[in-house]
Antibody
Framework: EVHLLESGGGLVQPGGSLRLSCAVS????????MTWVRQAPGKGLEWVSS????????YYADSVKGRFTISRDNSKNTLYLQMNTLRAEDTALYYC????????????????WGQGTPVTVSS | EIGMTQSPDTLSVSPGERVTLSCRAS??????LAWYQQKPGQAPRLLIY???TRATGIPARFSGSGSGTEFTLTISSLQSEDFAVYYC???????????FGQGAKLEIK
């Protein structure tokens, strides 16, 4: 059974940093691209970033480009999101999600999701 | 960025009714369109991909159609467990800049 478990969220001041983790099990991690999606309180879903299975290619929403870095450690079956220079508008529940289709590229079709980790940016 | 617009934002319906939700893309996304269901306090769940293919375990009462810029999600006979928020998402961009619709909430009438 596929399982994704996010951690690392919390309260941080504006301008601060956090690193989110997503530990996965139940599938061959390096066969699948992975994605972070966020959801602000009471709002809709926003794609944040994606990474290929090898980790060789990364992609970002314009709203986080230059501030967030996605990475993965395939030996540890773990996905990361390093978030720097955080702003109030980054406050959200952050989900990690697995591509539905195995392959070398990012497809962006999100077949399995974790339960999310909350990030609050406030002074 | 490809904009995704869903309609209506909210729909009040009774169990057993047939429901159709719409999703419009600002430019063609071919058939690279997915639908997700999200219940309160839960993560989204993939329902439909490729505009019309049901994901594993999704009941046959859910169906999707469309291509290009106009898409629909139909629930043939609404069950109590179907009251939720539904999102469309395009995954057509290259390089990736995937976008979601704003969501459509199904409420019990």
């Amino acid at each position: 059974e596929v399982h994704l478990l996010e951690s690392g969220g919390g309260l941080v001041q504006p301008g601060g940093s956090l690193r989110l983790s997503c530990a996965v099990s139940g599938f061959t991690f390096n066969d699948y691209a992975m994605t972070w999606v966020r959801q602000a309180p009471g709002k809709g879903l926003e794609w944040v970033s994606s990474i290929t299975g090898s980790g060789g290619s990364t992609y970002y929403a314009d709203s986080v480009k230059g501030r967030f870095t996605i990475s993965r450690d395939n030996s540890k079956n773990t996905l990361y999101l390093q978030m720097n220079t955080l702003r109030a508008e980054d406050t959200a529940l952050y989900y990690c999600a697995k591509d539905q289709i195995a392959g070398i590229a990012v497809v962006g079709l999100l077949g399995h999701w974790g339960q999310g980790t909350p990030v609050t940016v406030s002074s | 960025e490809i904009g995704m617009t869903q309609s209506p934002d909210t729909l009040s319906v009774s169990p057993g009714e047939r429901v159709t939700l719409s999703c419009r893309a600002s430019q063609s996304v071919n058939s690279n369109l997915a639908w997700y269901q999200q219940k309160p306090g839960q993560a989204p769940r993939l329902l439909i991909y490729g505009a019309s293919t049901r994901a594993t375990g999704i009941p046959a009462r859910f169906s999707g159609s469309g291509s290009g810029t106009e898409f629909t999600l139909t629930i043939s006979s609404l069950q109590s467990e179907d009251f939720a928020v539904y999102y469309c998402q395009q995954y057509n961009n290259w390089p990736p800049q995937y976008t979601f619709g704003q969501g459509a909430k199904l409420e019990i009438k």
